[in-house]
């Protein structure tokens, strides 16, 4: 199929459309093409922020949900973090799972996705938080409250996050006493 390049001026306006016009005459292989026009390496689709599969995604997700909260437009920010979480916890599993497979075969391959799977996991956690926090903001702490106690799995009471979550249960109400982040009394009376 011949496409004419006033054809792509009009569909793909501007610079994109001049380079593929210059692409499909010069025969510039697809693949300089995209990496061309993107700055990105098409080769790994993966690592694009339009992937739903990529960290960068994530993170889109989080920035567009920290500008619904900014706007107090709380649905939107809600479905936004509810994105987010579910895609780092899919990566978060998946990079666990890579990791497992690679015990005892290759320790460098290992190590990287054991860390990833923890970078993914540590995201999924702070849009669980900010979640959370929509839907105290909402009036919802019957829905807060889950999501807080899954973090505090995740986290645990001695790590920051875990014990931000214990406080917003402290502060519901869910909670008699509050986490000050000293160690238990190990004195039994």
Known sequence: MVVSPRILRYTLGGWAAAALSVALVGGMSGAALAQG??????????NQVSSPLSIASGQQLMTEATAAIADQNFPLAETKLTQARESFNLLSTYYQELAQMFIGIDTQINRRNREKALETAQLRDQATYQLALVHRAQNQPDQAVPLLMEILRSQQPTRDLGQRA????????????????????????
């Open 37 to 46: 026009a993107s700055g990105a390496d098409p080769a790994r689709p993966l």
């Open 166 to 189: 214990y406080q917003q249960l402290f502060e519901l109400g869910f909670v008699d006493q509050p986490y000050t982040g000293r160690a238990a009394n190990s004195v039994t009376e």
